[in-house]
């Protein structure tokens, strides 16, 4: 596929600016953050968003989506990296429809999908549990119970957690923390007895939770896909988050080098606009350098996960480690460029450093990508 | 994909004529060794009599008139066919001859392309100056015209080539009072005569690719200024676009691959690693060297988003989105990843890649030395690392003066 913008896609871009400079800017996540948002976004935003085709785009048309792939959404994706419109993409249509795409039966695809497509229904993917990531670290255990299952454990940085209605859990039905078989994924409903959802106050204002499961009952039917294999889908859903993630950071990214670039042309010292220095030039250019690399392996990843491309794993890593690393210098760039200014809360560069930071620690960073990424190349 | 827009009769035509021509020692699957000089000589002039050395430039001036897509049938028939494509120097089919089809008269194009398609004449290009070198502009070598001759003083440095050259390309000052850009001619002259010295300069990495070359009184005909007077930064700024261009291609490792993996895939592999793991062992398939591994991890990653970019620019210059990123992007790129490249395997080869020459050290290891001196060149020749982040901070960011 080529890394060109198909006429489709180039249509989905211009419609998602639009929209996300309208109705959700950098200020629109200013207010929630101030307002403190129980929710973290607006439900009905989100419906609107639902309503122009986003929340439905990797959803099959037979279960109320628009069948197209994941290039498409990181069109969106993108456009909200630019505005940090902080809308459940990641929680609710990369991870909680992949996963039920990926491992659930026909009925609960058919009891979920077209729900999720419609905006009405909310997922969320509960499986860290420790501070740096670390996908097969998982101690919450489900033990036969009856017909079902018991869980009991303590799940963080469950994204959109506090308002998913309903969670997709990763447990343990066998082997110890670390290890990569014995996993299952369990649909757990939020207002079971049991658990305890409790948002956490995150340095992005994105909405996230600590789930705790007490000893919560489910039933059979509660698990998606194999018991004990649940690492099978864990790892493709994981590059998918990845991946996606990569693309919000290229929107990210570009707005900020931007918005920086812009700001050399205009902030004046020493009577002298501050862009005519080499030493900022300089670094400027070589920014550029690095953020025109981070698109194109963004734009890679994404359509080898479409493809369903040999090694696509490997190309996502290339894209998770590039688009972080970047991330990183152009907003700590983009601050220092930005002087004392860029140190208060009312510029806004720094909502976009704190967003840059979570979603560089999302899915592994760039030095987890690149050791992976080596081990993928076979060294 | 190519062979659907060309005729079957173009490509039957073309296969016989390759067919006949080709000699026997040059043909594909033969023992190239046996092959003669005069083989190798006939193979080129049959080649070069239709104008297949410069495929797609006009008949009328010795080229092959060809389309891309016949000239990609002429690729894959010639792959068929023969060891090897021949190819005259790229100095003048990849950059002279394509400013004279721009900005040359037809006189200029009738004498000098034909004589480039055949390799009759060798060119090479005098920019640099002594006291010349990122502020080309400030060149100092002069022409003044007198009767029919521009006589030409001064001395040219970094010549690539020019010990194996028949004629020059040579950016002048024919202006002295005007500004230093709008002072400057582009003139062609015969290198092969009196007043002409050609110095070989030895390089740290012991190889001698450059040239200076002095001009006493050299005398070019007045007829071989080409564009107007006083005109030649245009195209000498034309023209580094193109060398900038050459030197930006792929470097040695993933996209090359990534590429052919598109046809047949294969597990990806690193070509550094496989030689890290030559020097240093692993524990479980991993290098050993934590630190090392990072930093080879890190350049392959680097490598296959340089591809991608590259690959992305191209699409995008044909579907006629974006501006394709610039060329002074790649030009930086290429020529600082091919410098790390040459530091890794540097620091994976310790005191092994110490050797100069002698017995003590294999071959190969002295010749990645060699690459590794030679590689610190790659980011001042063709417009400094600096001076390609300059011309992107101006004319990609607008960043102001």
């Given amino acids: 596929m080529s890394l060109v913008l198909s006429e489709e896609q180039a249509l989905i871009k211009d419609t998602a600016a639009e929209f996300l400079k309208e109705h959700a800017p950098v200020t629109h996540l200013r207010a929630l953050r101030d307002a403190g948002d129980a929710t973290g976004f607006s439900k009905k935003l989100w419906k609107e968003m639902a309503e122009l085709g986003w929340a439905g785009i990797p959803i099959a048309e037979a279960h109320g989506g628009s069948g197209l792939g994941l290039a498409e959404l990181g069109v969106v994706l993108e456009e909200s990296g630019r505005t940090l419109a902080p809308y459940p993409f990641v929680s609710t249509v990369v991870l909680g429809a992949g996963a039920i795409q990926l491992a659930g039966s026909e009925a609960q695809q058919q009891a979920i999908l077209p729900s999720v497509a419609a905006g009405d229904t909310l997922l969320a993917l509960a499986f860290e549990e420790r501070g740096r990531f670390a996908p097969f670290a998982i101690e919450t255990r489900a033990e036969s119970a009856g017909d079902g299952y018991r869980l009991t454990g303590e799940k963080r940085f469950v994204l959109d957690g506090q308002v998913a209605d309903h969670l997709i859990v990763v447990a343990r039905t066998a082997g110890e923390a670390g290890d990569r078989d014995g996993l299952t994924l369990f649909l757990v409903d939020p207002s079971a007895d049991g658990v305890h959802v409790e948002r956490t106050v995150m340095i992005d204002s994105r909405g996230a939770a600590r789930v705790r499961l007490a000893g919560v009952a489910v039933g059979a039917d509660a698990v998606l896909g194999e018991v004990g294999g649940g690492a099978d889908v864990l790892e493709p859903l994981l590059d998918r988050g990845a991946a996606a993630v990569s693309a919000e950071l290229v929107g990210l990214l570009s707005e900020v080098f931007d918005r920086t670039v812009a700001y050399l042309k205009t902030r004046e010292q020493f009577g002298v606009l501050i862009g005519t220095f080499q030493a900022l030039k300089h670094r400027a250019a070589t920014m550029f350098c690095e953020v025109e690399l981070s698109r194109s392996v963004a734009l890679d990843a994404l359509r080898a996960l479409d493809e369903d491309r040999p090694h696509a794993a490997r190309v996502v890593s290339a894209a998770k480690a590039r688009c972080s690393d970047t991330a990183s210098l152009v907003t700590c760039e983009g601050l220092q460029m930005h002087g004392g200014i860029g140190m208060t809360d009312e510029e806004e560069i720094g909502l976009f450093l704190k967003r840059a930071k979570a979603a560089e620690l999302a899915f592994g960073d760039a030095a987890y990508h690149r050791d992976r990424f080596a081990r993928l190349t076979g060294f | ?401």
Wanted: proline share 5%; with cysteine.
């Fill in chain 2, 1 to 401: 994909m190519a062979s659907e827009e060309v005729s079957q009769a173009f490509r039957d035509d073309l296969r016989s004529y390759l067919e006949a021509q080709c000699p026997a020692p040059l043909r594909k699957g033969a023992d190239p060794s046996a092959a003669t000089e005069a083989d190798r000589q006939a193979w080129l002039d049959a080649y070069a009599a239709r104008g297949y050395t410069t495929p797609t430039w006009p008949k009328e001036y010795g080229g092959g008139g060809l389309s891309k897509a016949e000239t990609r049938v002429l690729a894959e028939e010639v792959a068929q066919v023969a060891a090897y494509a021949p190819v005259v120097s790229f100095f003048g089919t990849s950059m002279l001859g394509p400013v004279l089809l721009e900005f040359g008269n037809e006189d200029q194009k009738k004498e000098h392309l034909p004589k480039i398609t055949s390799g009759e004449i060798n060119w090479c290009q005098g920019y640099s100056e002594p006291g010349s070198g990122s502020d080309l502009a400030s060149l100092q070598t002069r022409a003044v015209l007198e009767g029919d001759h521009w006589v030409i003083n001064g001395s040219k440095i970094w010549t690539t080539g020019a010990n194996h050259a028949d004629w020059m390309f040579c950016l002048t000052r024919t202006d002295f009072e005007a500004p230093k850009h709008d002072g400057i001619s582009f003139i062609l002259f015969d290198l092969r005569q009196p007043g002409v010295t050609i110095s070989p300069i030895q390089l740290i990495s012991g190889a001698s690719e450059f040239c200076q070359v002095f001009f006493e009184d050299v005398r070019a005909e007045k007829r071989n200024l080409v564009g107007p007077l006083n005109g030649g930064w245009t195209i000498a700024k034309r023209l580094l676009q193109h060398e900038r261009q050459m030197l930006s291609g792929p470097v040695d490792g993933a996209p090359r691959r990534a590429r052919a993996k598109q046809a047949a895939p294969t597990d990806p592999r690193s070509a550094l690693a496989e030689s890290a793991r030559a020097h240093l062992g692993d524990a479980d398939g991993q290098l050993g060297d934590a630190a090392l591994r990072d930093r080879i991890a890190q350049w392959e990653l680097d490598s296959m988003c340089f591809g991608l970019t590259l690959r992305r620019s191209g699409e995008e210059a044909r579907s006629g989105q974006g501006a394709g990123a610039a060329t002074s992007m790649f030009k930086l790129y290429a020529s600082e990843m091919n410098k790390r490249r040459a530091e890794i395997l540097m620091s994976v080869r310790g005191s092994d890649g110490l050797g100069w020459e002698g017995e003590a050290f294999s071959p190969s290891d002295i010749m990645e030395t060699r690459g590794w001196l030679r590689s610190k060149g790659n980011s001042i020749e063709g417009g400094t690392s600096e001076v390609q982040l300059n011309v992107i901070a101006k004319r990609v960011l607008g960043l102001p003066d």
